[in-house]
């Protein structure tokens, strides 16, 4: 059987892999728009400035049920007349949302974007957060939920990737 006829068959090679420099070009672009909760978590923990401000992008509600300890609560709907007040533009910013069904956080990084922010994503959003048990915070403090093992390792600190 030629390498063709598998391809042809096959979904997943049905389109071939990209050549590696534009996959490796691929990569980085999107390294540089997003970052995931792991990575976010481990820069939060390192103690120190960890070098960007976290922004939740959601409504007070939400932040009121749940948010990233350290986060600054910026709505999407209120970054044009509120970033200028609570962020500072050298700084880079990182956003989130609820989670993966939700686009609350890019549609935060979009307008901090347009206004001239440095500006990522934080993959997973709040929802991952505390899947991967990690503190977080409420009105009525601190908490945290064991790790979903469909989402982080139970044992280990990280996945090690």
Not at 29 to 44: C, E, I, K, P, S
Not at 54 to 71: C, E, K, Y
Not at 113 to 124: D, I, P, T, W
Not at 139 to 154: H, N
Request: charged share 20%; hydrophobic share 45%.
């Amino acid at each position: 059987m030629s390498t063709g006829t598998i391809t042809a068959a096959n979904p997943v090679l049905r389109v071939p892999p990209a050549a590696p420099a534009e996959a490796a070009a691929h990569f980085r672009a999107a390294l540089a728009f997003h970052a995931d909760v792991a990575d976010v978590a481990a820069a939060l923990a390192a103690g120190g400035d960890p070098g960007f401000t976290l922004v939740d992008s959601r409504s007070t509600a939400a932040w009121d049920q749940g948010h990233v300890p350290g986060a600054v609560h910026l709505p999407t709907a209120l970054v044009p007349e509120r970033a200028e007040r609570l962020l500072d533009r050298s700084v880079p910013v990182v956003t989130y949302c609820w989670g993966p069904g939700c686009d609350g956080a890019a549609r935060s990084a979009l307008a901090l974007a347009e206004l001239g922010y440095r500006v990522k994503e934080m993959l997973g959003g709040f929802e991952y957060w505390v899947r991967e048990g990690l503190e977080f915070e409420t009105r009525r403090g601190r908490e945290r939920r064991p790790a979903d093992p469909l989402t982080a390792p139970v044992e280990a600190r990280d996945c090690g990737c």
